[in-house]
């Protein structure tokens, strides 16, 4: 029952606080305070896990017994760093808080339910649940953007939640597309990944993989369907674009490995390769578009497309060597090393991203933009900021010694045996993110001391302690997942073998 009580302990606490009407700084700290104690039960967890058990610490109670839905959680090498990405980041973003927000008790109530849908998707073993889970984030998103955000927040918050919820509906469309394949009929994901549904008939099961993979392809979001993600993340407030982009983007592409693969392994073959080339685009369009924005908070929403591709070009590759590789044995190995990199990258994807935007969030509470034209020669008086900024953004252009390097490494070494020319492609992504990364650094932090109109330069604060200890954390995990990826290979390596040899069968 661990892991119940870590996916709704969140919740739960949240209720207390509206019902009691506690203090508003009481509820800042008891954010704090339960999502310290997630922090404390996910490592706890992660401390007793076996990476080669399989799904561990499962519960399974009845709920709809006539379509075989149920209450069934678990947790495996795959889900586990993403309960883990979480509990940290919802973390760092309750600290954050603590600098002062308006109407922080429904704001602390409103995150804390926004943190059960996450570990909640993440923990999910039931279509059903998953769904539920799924379709309540987008809720709980709007109403932070719409409630907290600035600019055009309410537009941005309606663009956000018809976009996605639409994608949602796509996604139920395929998951009773799998419930009627199923037999005997079920919701049950580990039941659906024992015995596939639609195996053999190629058209239906087609079909099937289309509605999944908009539903899912919303959400990641990748190229087209990426429409909604800048004007979120822009006017979302900067604790929403942490969690937008860390956590709430990863239940798009834990769906791909959760759900689709397993579920769909001959129409994931049949189709990896049109699955790459959404993957490379995704890549270069997100990294393109990116190196023309004049506004550092939008220019990190469009690098979250150009990182989501390298997470579908990796599971994408593993469709392509379970189809059409001689010797099982290498395609196999490379295929482990790809979908270990995909996984790795979300993990490491959230930890930059979100500490991207929290760091842009500087800027806004000092000068109320996020226009690089409003904005120069910070480095020599907030140093704080300028070494935050730096480290995320070196992390994110994939320099060695950070996660971004040893996730990207594996996607393309795993990759590269299928997909050269994919491979190829791909990498003139990494030469984009790291002149448009330069570039923002150079603009904002060398040449003249440039700040906002009316804005005293002498009154630009460095970062806040408060500050600093929320965005420390997350890169100094990034840190030690790339000075010692085995920390998080060797707990997702066995799980993403099993998955390949789930997409091979």
């Keep these: 029952m661990l892991l119940t009580v870590v996916v709704l302990l969140p919740v739960l606490a949240g209720l207390v606080l509206v019902a009691a009407r506690v203090p508003d700084r009481v509820a800042s700290w008891a954010w704090v305070a339960t999502s310290s104690a997630v922090v404390a039960l996910v490592a706890w967890i992660w401390w007793g896990f076996d990476a080669g058990g399989g799904v561990q610490n499962d519960v399974k109670l009845r709920w709809i017994p006539t379509v075989d839905a149920s209450y069934h959680v678990g947790v495996d090498g795959l889900s586990l760093p993403l309960l883990g990405l979480t509990a940290v980041l919802f973390w760092c973003c309750a600290v954050w808080s603590l600098r002062g927000t308006p109407r922080p008790r429904s704001h602390a109530a409103l995150f804390l339910l926004l943190q059960t849908t996450c570990l909640g998707t993440f923990a999910a073993l039931d279509l059903i649940l998953f769904f539920l889970f799924f379709d309540l984030s987008i809720v709980a998103m709007y109403f932070v953007i719409a409630g907290w955000g600035h600019g055009d927040r309410r537009r941005s918050a309606l663009t956000f939640f018809l976009y996605t919820f639409l994608g949602s509906l796509a996604l139920l469309l395929g998951f009773i597309g799998l419930f009627l394949g199923s037999e005997p009929r079920t919701f049950d994901i580990v039941r659906l990944v024992e015995d596939p549904p639609w195996a053999g008939q190629d058209a239906t099961a087609s079909w099937v993989l289309l509605a999944l993979f908009v539903g899912l392809a919303v959400k990641t979001p990748l190229f087209p369907f990426h429409t909604w993600l800048p004007p979120a993340h822009t006017d979302a407030p900067a604790e929403g674009s942490a969690v937008l982009a860390g956590v709430l983007l990863k239940l798009g592409t834990f769906g791909f490995v959760r759900i689709v693969m397993p579920t769909l392994p001959e129409a994931w073959q049949r189709w990896g390769t049109w699955i790459v080339v959404v993957g490379v685009v995704s890549v270069l369009w997100g990294a393109l578009v990116a190196l023309a924005q004049d506004d550092l908070k939008r220019m990190i929403a469009y690098t979250s497309v ?21 010797d099982a044995a290498d395609a196999a190995g490379a295929a482990g090393v790809a979908a270990t990199g995909a996984v790795v990258q979300m ?37 704080g900021f300028a070494v935050l900024l730096s480290v995320a953004a070196f992390g994110s252009l994939g320099l060695p010694g950070l996660s971004g390097f040893v996730a990207e490494f594996q996607v393309f070494a795993g990759s590269l045996a299928a997909v050269p020319v994919a491979v190829a492609i791909a990498v003139v992504g990494i030469l984009l993110t790291a002149g448009l990364f330069l570039r923002a ?33 997350l890169l100094a995990l990034s840190v030690a997942v790339g000075l010692v990826p085995w920390l998080l290979v060797d707990v997702v390596g066995p799980a993403a073998d099993g998955l390949v040899a789930l997409v091979a069968r």
Excluded at 357 to 363: C, E, I, P
Aim: charged share 15%; hydrophobic share 45%.
């Design 441 to 473: 650094l150079q603009r904002l932090l060398t040449g003249d001391l440039r700040v906002p109109e009316g804005l005293d330069a002498t009154a630009v604060g460095d970062v806040t302690t408060t500050e600093r200890v929320a965005v420390v954390p």
């Design 347 to 383: 993990v490491s994807h959230g930890l930059l991203t979100g500490a991207l935007f929290l760091v842009a969030g500087v800027l806004w509470n000092r000068g109320g933009t996020y226009a690089f034209a409003r904005w120069g020669g910070l480095g020599r008086v907030v140093p």
């Design 306 to 326: 150009n990182h989501m591709g390298y997470v579908l070009l990796g599971l994408g590759a593993v469709g392509v060597l379970a189809r059409g590789s001689t």
